[in-house]
C-alpha cells in the first residue's frame, strides 16, 4: 500500500526552524514533538539561514519593480491618447 508524501506548510516550516534556532530544545527533542527527522529540521534550518537575506531585499526589489511598472502604465497612456488622436485625425 502507498503511502502519501506529507506536505508542511510554509508556516509550519517556519515555526520548527525558528525553535531549532532559539536552541532551546535538542533537535532530537524537536524531531519527536513536531514528528520529524532532524536531518529534515537541519536541512530547513540551513536553507532558512541562508534565504534569509532575501527577506530584506525583496521589498527593495518591490519599489524598483513598481517604479518600472508605472512609468510603462504612463507610457502606455501616453501611447493611447496619440492613438486616439490620431484615428480623429485621419479619420476626418
Not at 530544545?25 to 524531531?31: C, F
Given at each position: 500500500m502507498k503511502t502519501s508524501r506529507r506536505k508542511f506548510s510554509s508556516k509550519f516550516k517556519?515555526?520548527?526552524v525558528l525553535e531549532a534556532l532559539k536552541e532551546q530544545?535538542?533537535?532530537?527533542?524537536?524531531?519527536s514533538k513536531y514528528e520529524l527527522q532532524s536531518t529534515q529540521i537541519s536541512k530547513w534550518k540551513k536553507e532558512f539561514i541562508e534565504n534569509a537575506s532575501?527577506?530584506?531585499d525583496s521589498k527593495q526589489k518591490k519599489?524598483?519593480?513598481s517604479v518600472e511598472k508605472d512609468k510603462l502604465?504612463?507610457?502606455i497612456g501616453q501611447l493611447q491618447v496619440e492613438i486616439d488622436f490620431l484615428k480623429h485625425v485621419l479619420g476626418k
Open positions: 517556519t515555526k520548527v530544545s535538542t533537535l532530537q527533542e524537536l524531531s532575501a527577506t530584506f519599489d524598483t519593480e502604465f504612463s507610457k
